[in-house]
């Protein structure tokens, strides 16, 4: 029996590496003869990085950067030198879960410190960039990425605005003269975790600002400074990128990588399991085992478990799902290339035990989905 291990991390308890770990420990216990695949797995946001290491024969560097308050950080990438491929995750430099509850501020927080992983990027010798995103801190439209690429936002007087989505405000000019030249070769592909367009309602600071502190009011003014700004890119690119799906992942650097970068948007999941070859794996699988911190209707829209199934289903593969919860409306799950789908609480435990026994209770409900496996097999 071959069975492919594919989850993403189960927010705030494992990473997807430690999770394909404890997923591949339950089974081995009833099926010590299975061949199993550790495939973990991301969908742009936090963790990408490392599923895309982990899968691919790249090595792991670090630069120093700037985090999304300014201050001083080191942040991993990943340089793939046979390809000249580099791998950008813009949650290692920007990301949220790297700030403390109280310093979170979709007004002021700044991607300048992606900017520099992609100059690092670019001095290693770069041709091609994947860029992932998701799981931001940030709401400035990639407006501090432009600035370290040497991009220029002025304000009416000549001075640089200061970091932040709200400061685009005051954008008076925008000069992309200086952007590095070395950009004009680079391939991007950017993987998106979300497919939201850049503003109004559904757009970047609406649905994802108030997790980054905004405030209604922060969110409104965040929202227009953020469509000034790509009045300005327009102006000046001759096309508009706005309503692009994925421009306002990442608080709007999905329209940055596309606009400023020339990059294609895909769903973060569908780009990473194409690096990682998955269909390869899938060919000649039994089962795939993924899972997520909660399913839920929202899972529908091109997260984890989704996109592994609708892909696994092509190749008549089930896909089973471990998931921490199941929120509302997972059932609609089974209509989108989902076999069966359990949570992991052996009763009616508080979360912060959920969370604490997360690798424990995903090898104990691996061990009963190889049991059943077992019997089936037999029948
Ligand atoms: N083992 C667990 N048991 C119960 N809840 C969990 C467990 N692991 C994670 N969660 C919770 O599930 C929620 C969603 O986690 P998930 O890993 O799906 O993150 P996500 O994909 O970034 O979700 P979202 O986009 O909804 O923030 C989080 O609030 C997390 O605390
Ligand atoms: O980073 C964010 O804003 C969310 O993960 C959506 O992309």
């Given at each position: 029996m071959k069975i492919v291990i594919a989850p993403d991390s189960y927010k705030d308890a494992l990473s997807a590496r430690d999770a394909a770990a404890a997923i591949a420990a339950g089974i081995e216990r009833e099926l010590p003869d299975a061949i199993l695949h550790q495939c973990p797995m991301g969908d742009g946001g936090e963790g990408t990085l490392d599923a895309l290491l982990a899968a691919t024969s790249a090595e792991r560097r670090t630069a120093s950067v700037q985090d999304a308050l300014g201050r001083e950080a080191t942040a991993a990438w990943g340089w793939h030198e046979a390809s000249r491929t580099a791998f950008v995750e813009l949650a290692e430099a920007s990301g949220l879960q790297q700030l403390k509850r109280d310093e979170r501020t979709a007004l002021d927080s700044t991607t300048f410190g992606v900017g520099q992983l992609i100059v690092a990027a670019l001095d290693a010798g770069a041709e091609s960039l994947v860029l992932t995103l998701g799981?931001?801190?940030?709401?400035?439209a990639g407006a501090g990425m432009l600035a370290a690429l040497g991009g220029r936002l002025l304000d009416s007087r000549g001075n640089p605005l200061p970091p932040g989505g709200a400061a685009l405000a005051e954008l008076a000019t925008l000069d992309l003269d200086g952007l590095d030249p070395r950009l004009a070769s680079l391939t991007v592909q950017t993987a998106v975790d979300v497919d939201n367009p850049l503003l109004g309602p559904r757009g970047a600071s609406a649905v994802f600002g108030p997790q980054k502190g905004a405030t209604e009011a922060d969110v409104e003014r965040l929202d227009q400074a953020l469509s000034h700004f790509a009045d300005h890119a327009a102006r000046i690119l001759g096309e508009d990128f706005r309503e692009l799906p994925g421009a306002g992942a990442a608080g709007g650097m999905g329209f940055a990588a596309r606009a400023f970068l020339g990059a294609t948007l895909r769903p973060g999941i569908e780009l990473v399991m194409d690096q990682v070859d998955f269909d390869t794996l899938l060919a000649d699988a039994d089962w795939v085992i993924t899972g997520e911190g909660q399913l839920d209707g929202q899972s529908l829209s091109g997260k984890t478990p989704i996109g592994i199934a609708r892909r696994a289903e092509r190749f008549g593969v089930p896909t089973i799902v471990l998931a921490g919860r199941l929120g509302d409306q997972w059932q609609a799950s089974f209509d989108h290339g989902i076999t069966a789908a359990f949570a992991l609480a052996d009763g009616p435990i508080t979360l912060d035990e959920a969370l604490a026994r997360c690798g424990e209770l995903l090898a104990d409900r691996a061990r009963t989905l190889a049991r059943l496996w077992r019997v089936g097999s037999q029948g």
């Open positions: 799981g931001s801190a940030t709401n400035d």
